[in-house]
């Protein structure tokens, strides 16, 4: 016995992959449908690519270039919408091993490179329910699980036991083929799987952009807001349906809130 | 279910192992264990671990998956007798255990590989609603229709982006369709609403949108096309042999007068054949809110002599008279309709392509009609009643035929077209007029009309480089229309004949056209910029002659003609033009156009040799941000100089040509002068909103004007002729739909005014008209199936003129509102409409028209096949009365109210196949 443990955490020190089948890529089709506030840039066509402890997310219909709506309004206090286009579709990328999530944001960039985040994967807290339905000839199991301030009903088949699924939605003991947000913001439908058969293809996390973490986007966000403050103006958070995690982006508002309070003290 | 290897191998392992190990295990109500590759002997990552309650597939008490070292932890196992643990993943087999209550130790478990790939699979079912790729733009069906649609045209107006005016017509983001194609191939062309309101919607399974349209794939390098197209992709269960509905009916109406019906709808696509048949034919008519022709067939019919109402009212009924309550009114109208049309396209071989079209319009009918007038003059006041018989047919034939050719390469492609198109129509009417109560007239109006036009067209299209297109095109026309007016006092009322006269004009009205035309044209592409450099020569020969007779048949029985007219004319046109435009295209929907149109037109004729030049310039903006909004900005200049032409050129009356470059009669000037133009376009895609601003500065233009529409009053039957005037008007329109209420929201309004000097009795006089309108409609869904629309419009004008010194000011207005409620479901359709509409005015027609029409239909299925019937009830009321001025005498005349009173009738059908 000793033995064994021996041999394993040997071949875990030397970061040996211990998973059979790793070499075969899997790739499946997603419709994405959200009536979420930052518009459609989401929509359309997703694809999860995974193969072993990895696995990348990415938004084909998502702009590959920067395209700009319109102001409307006062001119002197427009709003500018700018649809942020990514090269890379906005990709999600999971490294099960290492417990790693990294993906793209488009919140904050202004007009330079979107900035790459990385994170935990996130842990989602599935209940799974006896319902059942076909889905392309694999049948699917009900569970349901907050993810991102939304609940989602998702539909997912132990005939592919894989922990992955559409977007950041994942830890279920097989693929999710369908998601539906019960707010009704976000849906996304199974459309294909099947097996890559090109050798060049790899699932590596995105590279376009700026390798940055949590905080140094809060820092970049509250000195915008001072410069914006500095001409008279202001800086306000998106709209909690803005992204597909609802209420993602609030360092205005808690920084806001946390400099009245400073103020309310001090007082 | 489980399979007893799964369970029976690696059970005796498991429990084998479990004899000799210590530590790991179930522990209270967790469970752990190990997974291992049987083979390598080495742990497994990332299988999934599920642990089910009682028996497989049962609820699910806990779920996880192996981490690195294979390793996992289930809990919830505590108080079960019995739980189940199933083994997964990828590439292994599947091992699911039971798990009893007390058992202890570290489950150590051992995977086989499998050889059985993971089953891939497309789901069909699941495409994308819309899907955007280059210019086409794909409508899965699926997702927008819900069963209540009956035509392909109920489906276009469910469709993002796309519209449907009132007579068929179809725009794309605010630009009209060039046409609509079948699988990609063009069987309409601009008569495409007899497509959109005939082909039944269950037949059509996606709807594509060509932008940046070019049918012609040689100039697919350098076309400067920003026109869209439709294309219906018909449903794969289509497309074996012969598919479509017969759908032959029945019925009677209240009087016992006789309907029948038969509809078709008949679809032959195979890989090198497309056919389609459409036909409607009947006497079952429809209520006066709605032509029958235009809701068929849309604008695509346009002769004015198909159009017109078909109202059954029963024989003898009384109603309330104004003026001699004993009189019998009746109006019946028993009007048979027969129209049928093939359209058909066969490929012979890789590179021919043979289109046969064919269309048959048949209208015979009789209506019997009285009104009755009063009018005064001076202190007296007459009464007049006219008892009409009007016997009316109407006949249209048309067939053309193409035959084109497409090289290998692509790089050459011939087209050949040859139509021929003849009409008839005719109207005799027999008139009684009553006067007083006493005094009786007869008399009667013969007219006939006919129409025969043929056209060739040899077009040649061929790539000269890579980026460079030549084109050359011959066109030949002939049209012939003869016309026919024999009438006999039918104008003047018998007080006017104090003497007794009578008088009785033979009219023939004849015309003659030829014309043949020769074009090239150069296309040029370098990157963003395209270049296209027309030249035409077109040579016309109209002849047109005018024989009137005048015959005066005094009481006492002599007779005296007078000729009026008897005039020949010979009109020769030749027309050399260039035409050149240039394109720089921003982006992919984006661009600035500039266009460069100096045309000189000389007529000639035994009198005259008169020359004149129409330079036009026009410079078009088109911004479009993806998806967003989109801006078009035109701006242009136009400039007539000619001495005008008093040439009449007739527009062909009776159909719309296959094809936008071909009009086999020439519509000569009528005007002359500049105008300024300017127009804009703001659609917003997202939000379904669209707004348009037109504006037009004209100066130092002589026209032509009817004199009613002018005047909006019978002042004389010559036409106005309105010299050095300046017009400027302004108009827009905006829509959007509400989404709240999901309703669609149409706005439009214009004004416009011109002063100038108009020529009235023969003299110059200064003249200023304004008018202006406001028109607003609600569409809106109300519920599942039911739509309500409701469309208000308000017209006003003023004329002023000052003749011989009198200053004579006229105005009027005119407000129709219309109401329509539809509810359609699966099986089910049921139509409401109502029309209410007021005209008054100074000196002119003051009317009051009040119509509704119900109509219910219901469908079912028996045995497969599909039977329907439906009920139609209509009622109309209509009065009116108009003055009419006559060289300084007036006199007023008004009509008694008209009334209709509910009429209904039945039609059963059912469908073939």
């Known amino acids: 016995m000793l033995s064994h443990s021996l041999f394993f955490l040997i071949a875990s020190l030397l970061g040996i992959s211990l998973l059979a089948q790793e070499s075969i890529i899997y790739q499946v089709e997603y419709r994405c449908e959200t009536k979420i506030r930052k518009g459609k840039s989401h929509d359309g066509v997703n694809t999860l690519y995974f193969s072993g402890d990895r696995s990348l997310y990415i938004h084909n219909d998502f702009p590959k270039e920067t395209k700009f709506i319109g102001g409307k309004g006062d001119p002197n206090r427009q709003t500018f919408h700018v649809i942020k286009g990514d090269s890379e579709g906005i990709p999600v990328f999971m490294n099960l091993s290492t417990d790693s999530m990294i993906y793209k944001t488009v ?102 952009g700026i390798k940055v973490t949590m905080e140094q986007i809060e820092e970049i966000r509250i000195k915008s807001l001072y410069q914006a403050e500095a001409r008279g103006a202001t800086h306000n958070d998106p709209h909690p349906d803005w992204e597909i995690e609802k209420s993602k982006w609030t360092i205005f508002g808690d920084y806001k809130k946390n400099r009245r309070e400073k103020r309310n003290q001090r007082r | 279910m489980i399979k007893p290897e799964e369970i029976f191998i690696p059970l005796l392992t498991v429990l084998f192992l479990l004899l000799g190990t ?112 280059g210019d086409t733009t794909t409508y899965d069906l699926g997702s927008f229709i819900d069963s209540t649609e009956y035509t392909v045209e109920d489906i276009l107006k469910k469709l993002p982006g796309i519209e449907v005016s009132e007579d068929g017509k179809v725009t794309v983001y605010g630009k009209p369709i060039e046409g609509l194609l079948i699988e990609g191939d063009d069987l309409f062309g601009r008569t495409y609403t007899i497509g959109t309101r005939n082909i039944r919607a269950e037949y059509i399974s996606h709807v594509q949108i060509f932008e940046n349209y070019e049918e012609n794939p040689v100039l697919k390098n350098v076309s400067m096309s920003n026109s869209v197209a439709l294309n219906l992709i018909l449903d794969e269960n289509m497309g074996m042999e012969f598919q479509g509905t017969i759908e032959p009916g029945g019925g009677a109406g209240v009087k016992g007068e006789g309907k029948w019906q038969l509809n078709s709808n008949i679809f032959s696509i195979t890989g090198g054949h497309k056919m389609i048949y459409l036909g409607s034919n009947g006497n079952t008519g429809r209520g006066f809110t709605m032509n029958e022709m235009d809701l068929r067939y849309g604008g695509s019919i346009g002769n004015q002599g198909v159009r017109d109402n078909n109202i059954v009212v029963p024989r003898h009924q009384h109603f309330t008279r104004l003026v001699n309550p004993e009189l019998p009114v009746w109006y019946v109208d028993n009007s048979r309709r027969l129209f049928n049309t093939v359209r058909s396209i066969t490929r012979l071989g890789e590179q021919w392509r043979l ?125 012939i229309r003869p016309q026919h007016l024999q009438g006999r006092n039918f104008d003047f009322p018998l007080y006017f004949n104090q003497q007794g006269n009578f008088s009785t004009l033979h009219q023939s009205l004849d015309y003659y056209q030829r014309r043949i035309e020769a074009s090239s044209k150069y296309l040029y592409q370098l990157g963003k910029i395209g270049l296209r450099v027309n030249l035409k020569f077109e040579q016309i020969q109209s002849e047109f002659s005018n024989k ?112 936008s470059d071909v009009n086999p009669s020439y519509q000569g000037y009528q005007f002359e002068g500049q105008s300024l133009n300017f127009s804009m376009i703001y659609r917003n895609v997202l939000q379904s909103s669209s707004g348009q601003f037109r504006a037009t500065y004209a100066f130092g233009e002589s026209r032509w004007s009817n004199a009613y529409d002018f005047f909006r009053t019978i002042v004389s039957s010559d036409p106005i ?82 003749v011989s010194g009198f200053n004579r000011r006229s105005s009027g207005k005119s407000n129709r509102t219309d109401l329509s409620l539809t509810y359609s479901e699966r099986g089910w359709r049921m139509v409401l409409t109502g029309t209410y509409h007021t005209a008054t005015g100074s000196g002119l027609t003051s009317s009051r028209l009040f119509g509704s029409h119900f109509k219910i239909n219901r469908q079912i299925t028996i045995a497969k096949k599909d039977f329907s019937m439906s009920l139609n009830v209509t009622n109309l009321t209509n009065s009116s009365s108009f003055d009419i001025i006559s060289t300084g005498t007036e006199f007023y005349s008004r009509t008694g109210t008209r009334a209709v009173p509910l009429f209904i009738y039945l039609t059963a059908s059912f469908t073939i196949f």
């Open chain 1, 107 to 208: 919140y904050g960039s202004g007009s330079g490179p979107n900035f790459i985040l990385s994170t935990q994967i996130p842990q989602i807290n599935w209940e799974i329910y006896p319902s059942e339905k076909d889905i392309g000839g694999y049948p699917a199991r009900l569970a349901v699980g907050e993810f991102g301030g939304r609940t989602y009903e998702a539909w997912f088949t132990e005939g592919i036991p894989v922990p992955y699924g559409p977007f950041m939605l994942n830890g279920l003991p097989g693929l999710i083929l369908e998601a539906f947000s019960r707010d009704e913001k976000v849906h996304y439908w199974f459309m294909s799987f099947k097996q890559i058969t090109d050798p060049e293809f790899d699932i590596a996390p995105p590279t376009d």
């Open chain 2, 22 to 133: 210590q530590g790991w295990g179930q522990t209270g109500d967790h469970i752990r264990g190990v997974v291992i590759d049987s083979n390598e002997q080495i742990p497994l990552q990332g299988a999934s671990v599920m642990l089910f309650a009682d028996t497989v597939n049962s609820e699910v008490i806990d779920f996880t998956f192996t981490n690195q070292m294979g390793e996992f932890e289930l809990k919830g196992a505590e108080g079960r007798d019995t739980s189940w643990i199933r083994f997964r993943h990828i590439g292994f087999q599947t091992i699911t255990i039971p798990i009893h209550r007390g058992l202890h130790g570290e489950l150590i478990i051992e995977m086989g590989r499998t050889v059985s790939p993971l089953r891939e699979v497309v789901i069909e079912s699941a495409r994308l609603p819309i899907l955007r790729k």
């Open chain 2, 355 to 479: 289109s046969v079209n064919g269309l048959l319009h048949n209208k015979k009918g009789q209506q019997f009609r009285t009104n009755e007038r009063n009018f005064s003059l001076r202190d007296d006041t007459y009464f007049l009643q006219t008892e009409q018989d009007h016997k009316h047919f109407n006949w249209i034939g048309d067939t053309d035929v193409h035959l084109d050719f497409m090289s290998n390469n692509q790089k050459t492609r011939l087209e050949s077209y040859f139509k021929w198109a003849s009409t008839s129509s005719g109207n005799n009417i027999g008139l009684r007029q009553f006067e007083n109560n006493s005094a009786m007239e007869l008399s009667s109006i013969i007219e006939s009309e006919k129409s025969s036009e043929y056209f060739g067209s040899i077009l040649l299209t061929s790539q000269a480089g890579e980026n460079q297109v030549f084109q050359f095109q011959l066109k030949w026309s002939r049209y």
């Open chain 2, 548 to 659: 009137s007779h005048l015959t005066d048949e005094i009481q006492s029985g002599n007779i005296d003609s007078i000729r009026l007219r008897n005039t020949n004319e010979t009109v020769n046109t030749r027309i050399l033009g260039l035409n050149v435009d240039t394109r720089l295209k921003l982006t992919s929907k984006s661009h600035i156009q500039l266009n460069f149109k100096p045309e000189i037109v000389k007529h000639q004729n035994r009198d005259t040799d008169r020359k004149s030049v129409k330079p036009s310039y026009q410079a078009i903006a088109s911004f479009q941000k993806e998806l967003t909004t989109r801006w078009e900005l035109n701006l242009g200049f136009n400039s007539t100089k000619q001495p005008l032409s008093a040439y009449m050129h007739f527009l062909s009356p009776f159909f719309s040509s296959l094809y």
């Open chain 2, 721 to 802: 002729y309105i010299k050095n005037s300046t017009r400027w008007s302004f108009g827009g329109s905006y829509q959007w739909f509400y989404t709240p209420i999901k309703t669609n929201i149409r706005l439009n309004s214009g004004y416009a005014e011109s002063r100038g000097q108009s020529v009235i009795i023969g003299e110059l006089s200064p003249t200023k008209h304004q008018n202006f309108h406001l028109r607003l409609l609600f569409e809106s869904r109300l519920a599942h199936g039911l739509t309500g629309r409701l469309a208000n419009t308000f017209r006003h004008f003023k004329v002023h003129t000052d």
